[in-house]
């Protein structure tokens, strides 16, 4: 029996969502810091920044996000590239980050 589920951006943008900056309690996504997902078969392209360029925790936070990726099922291979332009700011944070961080309006 061949397994002909799909994984789609939206599967990998939900697990991202338990991947956190440790600085900040908010997920990775709903602060904005994933720029792209792109998906073909089973391997998975993940373009994500960091709040600040020098952040230390950049390493530590792309490789939670590769590990997370991977627990989908119909994930083969996952590739997490840091980059830094355009520069993150706090207008990417999504109604839900701002909400959790006390800066809805």
Known sequence: MTDTSVITKEDVEEAMKDVYDPEIPVNVVDLGLVYNIDVTEGNVYVQMT???????????????????????????????????DPPWNPEMISEDGKAQLGMDD
């Open 50 to 84: 960091l709040t600040a360029p020098g952040c230390g925790m950049g390493p530590m936070i792309a490789q939670q996000a590769e590990w997370r990726v991977l627990e989908i099922d119909e994930v083969d291979n996952v590739n997490v590239e840091m980059v830094f």
